[in-house]
C-alpha cells in the first residue's frame, strides 16, 4: 500500500489486545492505504500509538474512527485485554480532530457486505440468499472473543458474548471444564476460545493425563502441526467447542443469514483446524439441527476486517 497519501483522509484503527493496526482511507472511499501495525506493548498510551502513526503520514487528517476491543458506550474507554484505556473526549482535544469509536467486532460484522468471495472458506454448502434481510452474526477468537450482530435494516448490536459461559457438550468438555475451575472461578467462552482458551485446553488436556503441562497458543499450534497428540487434542476441542458456540449464537440471534468466524487465531491455524468438526458441531443442536444445517458458515480470511469495517462505519456516518 502507499505510504504517501496527498488529499486528505481519515485514520482508521482495529485496536486489539496484543496489536494496533491503522490505515488510511480517503474521505467517501473504502480502500486502505498506508497500513501498519502496532504492538500495543510498545507504547505506555493508547495516544503515543495514534500519534506514531500520524507521523508516517504526509496528508492532512480529517478525523479518527477506532475499533476497540471492548465496551464503547461511555466517553471512558477501557480496553480488557491490554493497558490502555483513555477518555473519547480527552482524545479529540488532544488531537483536534473528531474521533468515533465502534466495538471492534461491530467493525467485524460491518466487513462482511465488502469482502469478495475470496476472502472467505465456507464451511458446508448453505450460502446467504441474495436477496437483503435477515440476521448476520461474526464471532472470532484472538486476544479475547468477540462476537456482533447485524439486523436486517443494518443496525449493529455490539454485544460481550465472548463471556458468557461455557456450556460442555461432551463428557470429556466436562472433564476440561472441571480442570478449568482449578484455574478459574468461573469459566466462559472466552477462556477456551481464544489465544489464552488453546493454551487452557492444552494445560487440562494435560492435566487429565495427570502432567503439569504449559504452551502458549502458537506452540500448540505448532504442535498439532507436527502431530504431537496432546496438541492435536487441544486443536480438535478448540475445533468442537467453536463449532458449538458459533451454532449457539445463531439460534441466540437469529443468524440465520450467516455465521462469520473472524479474529486474529483462525487464519494461523488454517492447516490444522478441524472444518469438519466446526460445522458437526455448529448442527448438533437437538431438536434446531434442521435449522442450523442451512444457516451458511465461514471462516474470514481476509488480512484486515477490523479496518475494512471502520471504513464501512466512516462510509455510513
Same mark, same amino acid.
Given at each position: ?6 488529499? +486528505? ?7 486489539? $489486545?496484543?496489536?494496533? #493496526?491503522? !490505515? ?6 473504502? *480502500? ?6 502496532? =504492538? ?34 461511555? *466517553?471512558?474507554? *477501557?480496553?480488557?485485554?491490554?493497558? %490502555?484505556? /483513555? +477518555? ?7 488531537? +483536534? ?7 471492534? /467486532? ?15 472458506? %465456507?464451511? @458446508?454448502?448453505? #450460502? ?5 434481510? @435477515? ?22 448490536? =455490539? ?14 468438555? +466436562? ?31 494435560? #492435566? ?14 505448532? $504442535? ?12 480438535? *476441542? ?8 458459533? @451454532? ?5 440471534? $437469529? ?26 458441531? /455448529? ?22 476486517? @477490523?479496518?475494512?469495517?471502520? !471504513? ?6
Amino acid at each position: 500500500m502507499n505510504s504517501s497519501i496527498e488529499t +486528505s483522509c481519515h485514520i482508521v484503527a482495529d485496536i486489539g $489486545g496484543t496489536n494496533a #493496526r491503522f !490505515a488510511c482511507v480517503h474521505v467517501g472511499q473504502q *480502500d486502505l492505504h498506508a497500513i501498519e501495525k502496532f =504492538p500495543c506493548a510498545d507504547f505506555p498510551l493508547f495516544i503515543d500509538a495514534v500519534q506514531a502513526y500520524m507521523r508516517s503520514l504526509t496528508a492532512p487528517v480529517d478525523g479518527v474512527c477506532l475499533a476497540v476491543a471492548g465496551p464503547v458506550e461511555q *466517553d471512558w474507554i *477501557d480496553l480488557p485485554n491490554n493497558h %490502555w484505556a /483513555f +477518555s473519547r473526549r480527552e482524545l479529540e482535544q488532544e488531537l +483536534s480532530l473528531p474521533v468515533t469509536v465502534i466495538n471492534d /467486532f461491530s467493525a467485524q460484522v460491518l466487513s462482511i457486505a465488502a469482502l469478495a468471495d475470496k476472502e472467505l472458506q %465456507w464451511i @458446508g454448502e448453505p #450460502r446467504p440468499p441474495r436477496e437483503p434481510g @435477515g440476521i448476520t452474526a461474526v464471532l472470532g477468537p484472538g486476544t479475547g472473543l468477540g462476537v456482533a450482530a447485524m439486523m436486517p435494516g443494518g443496525d449493529i448490536v =455490539p454485544s460481550e458474548g465472548g463471556h458468557v459461559g461455557f456450556a460442555p457438550t461432551s463428557a470429556h468438555q +466436562s472433564q476440561l471444564l472441571e480442570q478449568l475451575w482449578l484455574r478459574y472461578e468461573r469459566v466462559s467462552v472466552e477462556r477456551v476460545l481464544s489465544g489464552m482458551g488453546l493454551a487452557n485446553l492444552y494445560w487440562a488436556n494435560a #492435566r487429565l493425563l495427570g502432567q503439569e503441562r504449559e504452551l502458549p497458543a502458537p506452540g500448540v499450534t505448532a $504442535g498439532a502441526r507436527a502431530g504431537d497428540d496432546l496438541c492435536r487434542q487441544a486443536v480438535t *476441542d478448540f475445533s468442537e467447542i467453536l463449532g458449538a458456540v458459533a @451454532g449457539d449464537f445463531a439460534l441466540a440471534l $437469529g443468524a440465520y443469514r450467516g455465521v462469520y468466524l473472524s479474529g486474529g487465531i483462525l487464519p494461523q491455524m488454517l492447516d490444522v483446524i478441524d472444518v469438519a468438526a466446526i460445522r458437526k458441531s /455448529f448442527e448438533n443442536k437437538g431438536r434446531f439441527q434442521p435449522v442450523c444445517a442451512q444457516v451458511p458458515l465461514a471462516i474470514v480470511l481476509a488480512e484486515h476486517p @477490523g479496518l475494512v469495517g471502520c !471504513a464501512q462505519a466512516l462510509l455510513r456516518s
